[in-house]
């Protein structure tokens, strides 16, 4: 695959489109058995309190992830991503009920650079709070 969209076609300042990702526990026990990372924070709440947390949160992997779909869903490509790194702030706490939690992502161009490549910047909120920090990912477009 490539990317669909074209380096003629941004400039620095295109919007990405947004998108929200909702997170509930069974969604963290999934991703736990996928990765391996079954670390009682992810889905025990009495040990999570005990440890100073609010209540269970979201594997950070989890949520850089979700992040970062923005991204590939925009390029059309997931190999287009060549670099992508960011910062936890805060941890995405999970409560035990009918909702869950939101990750909401938002990204934009922040420059153009060589090799048919742009730095996009993406900031992932959740309860109101930066969960990502320095969020950013290098893509290669057509």
Same mark, same amino acid.
């Given at each position: 695959?490539?990317? @669909?969209?074209?380096?003629?076609?941004?400039?620095?300042? @295109?919007?990405?489109?947004?998108?929200?990702?909702?997170?509930?526990?069974? +969604?963290?026990?999934?991703? +736990?058995? +996928?990765?391996?990372? %079954?670390? $009682?924070?992810?889905?025990?709440?009495? %040990?999570?309190?005990?440890?100073?947390?609010?209540?269970?949160?979201?594997?950070?992997? %989890? @949520?850089?992830?979700?992040?970062?779909?923005?991204?590939?869903?925009?390029?059309?490509?997931?190999?287009?991503?060549?670099?992508?790194?960011?910062? %936890?702030?805060?941890?995405?706490?999970? $409560?035990?009920?009918?909702?869950?939690?939101?990750?909401?992502?938002?990204?934009?161009?922040?420059?153009?650079?060589?090799?048919?490549?742009?730095?996009?910047?993406?900031?992932?909120?959740?309860?109101?709070?930066?969960?990502?920090?320095?969020?950013?990912?290098?893509?290669?477009?057509?």
């Amino acid at each position: 695959m490539a990317a @669909t969209i074209g380096y003629a076609d941004v400039e620095v300042g @295109t919007e990405l489109p947004a998108r929200s990702f909702p997170v509930d526990r069974a +969604a963290l026990v999934r991703y +736990a058995g +996928a990765s391996g990372d %079954f670390n $009682p924070i992810h889905w025990n709440e009495r %040990f999570a309190r005990e440890v100073g947390l609010p209540d269970v949160i979201a594997h950070g992997m %989890f @949520t850089m992830a979700s992040a970062v779909q923005v991204v590939t869903d925009w390029a059309g490509d997931p190999g287009a991503v060549v670099e992508y790194g960011v910062r %936890f702030t805060k941890p995405v706490v999970v $409560p035990d009920d009918d909702k869950g939690a939101v990750i909401e992502v938002t990204a934009k161009v922040a420059a153009k650079l060589d090799d048919n490549q742009v730095r996009v910047d993406l900031v992932a909120m959740s309860a109101g709070q930066k969960v990502l920090g320095m969020s950013r990912a290098v893509v290669r477009l057509g």
